[in-house]
């Protein structure tokens, strides 16, 4: 029995939850799945946690090796699952980079403004490079049936995206958030490649502002519903000073409401638009079952005081990823020889001497 707050229905409806429309297919439908355990991470998690404070913070490059291998070895499609070939020196690399640039920018603001100035306009032209340097990296160290993905995205893409449209997000003080995640997503999705195969992101600006205004208002339903409810009852028990409880406990589960439905409302508008060659996507996540999985997960978490993490982030997993199909247009071990072909042909890139990722 879903026991989500009743809103109304068209609140709890992600825009993009419905497929996008095409000739039936007629090769089976492929379904996602997740094989890891909380249970099993909790080991992983554990020792990354422990040898990150021990080494104070070094060994957190090689913890995010150890696990991206255990989420993308356990994630599955089309009987095969996926794999991280990513070395955690490129990681520590990336990281010894960022911990250069902000001790710069932190030593710059306790100059003179015009250098603080300086130092952002340095960061604004530099940072594009080097968040495209990161998306070739995670593309070039991740394969499907021994097919690595590829970015191909240019420097020139990569300014335009980031430089214009981060100025968007300032000049409008944030309206332009939906746009700018929009043209984000574009940029990364219409240059990624399984092998030589791409990716075509077809979702609009005008969708994600959709998105981001049913979010918004469900925040408000929500707020709205919850602190009556709540409210009413605390005050028919005990009287209206008892009912002070009602606007916290209305503000959290608003915020867990929202966030699901979020979450939910992104993975369908982003996937339910998305093809590979002749393949397509569908995302069928709900509001209600990840509100649930979501609210499990924060209460067992306090009560555990933090243990509970790792299953947390497995429950979420295995949920998104089984919410998830490959629509086949063409049989897919065909179509996958046909990509190991050709991205043999081309030949596989090399790591160089700027193979690094920042992660801010």
């Given at each position: 029995?879903d026991?989500?707050?009743?809103?109304?229905?068209?609140?709890?409806?992600?825009?993009?939850?419905?497929?996008?429309?095409?000739?039936?297919?007629?090769?089976?439908?492929?379904?996602?799945?997740?094989?890891g355990?909380?249970?099993?991470?909790?080991?992983?998690?554990?020792?990354n946690?422990?040898?990150t404070?021990?080494?104070?913070?070094?060994?957190?490059?090689?913890?995010?090796?150890r696990?991206?291998q255990?989420?993308?070895?356990n994630?599955?499609?089309?009987?095969?699952?996926?794999?991280?070939?990513?070395?955690?020196y490129?990681?520590l690399?990336g990281?010894?980079?960022?911990?250069?640039l902000l001790?710069?920018y932190n030593?710059?603001?306790?100059?003179?403004?015009?250098?603080?100035?300086?130092?952002?306009?340095?960061?604004a032209?530099?940072?594009?490079?080097?968040?495209?340097?990161?998306?070739?990296?995670?593309?070039r160290n991740?394969?499907y049936?021994?097919?690595?993905?590829?970015?191909?995205?240019?420097?020139?893409?990569?300014y335009?995206?980031f430089?214009?449209?981060?100025?968007a997000?300032?000049v409008s003080?944030?309206?332009?958030?939906?746009?700018?995640?929009?043209r984000?997503?574009?940029?990364?999705?219409?240059?990624?490649?399984?092998?030589?195969?791409?990716?075509?992101?077809t979702?609009?600006?005008?969708?994600?502002?959709k998105?981001?205004?049913?979010?918004?208002?469900?925040?408000?339903?929500?707020?709205?519903?919850v602190?009556?409810?709540?409210?009413?009852?605390?005050?028919?028990?005990g009287?209206?000073?008892?009912?002070?409880?009602?606007?916290?406990?209305?503000a959290?589960?608003?915020?867990?409401l929202?966030?699901?439905?979020?979450?939910?409302?992104?993975?369908?508008?982003?996937?339910?638009?998305?093809?590979?060659?002749?393949?397509?996507f569908?995302?069928e996540?709900?509001?209600?079952?990840?509100?649930?999985?979501?609210?499990?997960?924060?209460?067992?978490?306090?009560?555990?005081?933090?243990?509970?993490?790792?299953?947390?982030?497995?429950?979420?997993?295995?949920?998104?990823?089984?919410t998830?199909?490959?629509?086949?247009?063409?049989?897919v071990d065909?179509?996958?020889?046909?990509?190991?072909?050709?991205?043999?042909?081309?030949?596989?890139e090399?790591?160089?001497?700027?193979?690094?990722?920042?992660?801010?």
């Amino acid at each position: 029995m879903d026991s989500t707050p009743a809103f109304p229905k068209t609140l709890l409806n992600e825009p993009g939850s419905a497929p996008v429309e095409s000739a039936p297919s007629h090769f089976p439908e492929e379904r996602f799945s997740f094989s890891g355990s909380g249970a099993e991470y909790f080991g992983i998690w554990l020792v990354n946690l422990v040898l990150t404070l021990v080494t104070l913070g070094i060994y957190s490059a090689w913890a995010k090796v150890r696990r991206n291998q255990y989420f993308y070895s356990n994630t599955w499609v089309a009987g095969a699952n996926f794999n991280f070939h990513g070395t955690p020196y490129a990681i520590l690399k990336g990281r010894a980079v960022a911990l250069v640039l902000l001790a710069a920018y932190n030593f710059a603001g306790t100059l003179a403004t015009k250098f603080l100035v300086l130092a952002v306009v340095a960061l604004a032209l530099i940072m594009p490079w080097f968040l495209r340097r990161g998306l070739i990296f995670r593309a070039r160290n991740s394969s499907y049936r021994s097919i690595r993905f590829r970015f191909t995205g240019s420097n020139g893409n990569a300014y335009r995206t980031f430089i214009v449209w981060g100025l968007a997000m300032l000049v409008s003080f944030g309206l332009a958030a939906p746009a700018v995640a929009q043209r984000l997503r574009a940029f990364h999705f219409n240059n990624l490649n399984l092998g030589t195969t791409s990716f075509r992101f077809t979702a609009t600006i005008r969708q994600f502002y959709k998105l981001w205004a049913r979010t918004s208002l469900l925040w408000f339903a929500a707020m709205f519903c919850v602190g009556i409810l709540v409210g009413g009852t605390l005050a028919a028990i005990g009287g209206w000073a008892a009912a002070a409880p009602a606007l916290p406990i209305a503000a959290i589960l608003s915020f867990w409401l929202t966030r699901a439905h979020y979450v939910s409302g992104m993975q369908n508008l982003v996937w339910n638009n998305m093809t590979l060659g002749p393949h397509r996507f569908r995302s069928e996540a709900r509001v209600g079952p990840l509100f649930r999985i979501m609210m499990k997960n924060a209460l067992f978490t306090i009560f555990t005081l933090g243990l509970y993490r790792p299953y947390a982030v497995v429950n979420v997993m295995k949920y998104r990823a089984e919410t998830m199909s490959l629509l086949p247009g063409a049989p897919v071990d065909e179509f996958l020889a046909q990509v190991e072909r050709e991205a043999s042909a081309v030949g596989a890139e090399t790591a160089d001497l700027f193979d690094l990722e920042i992660s801010l």
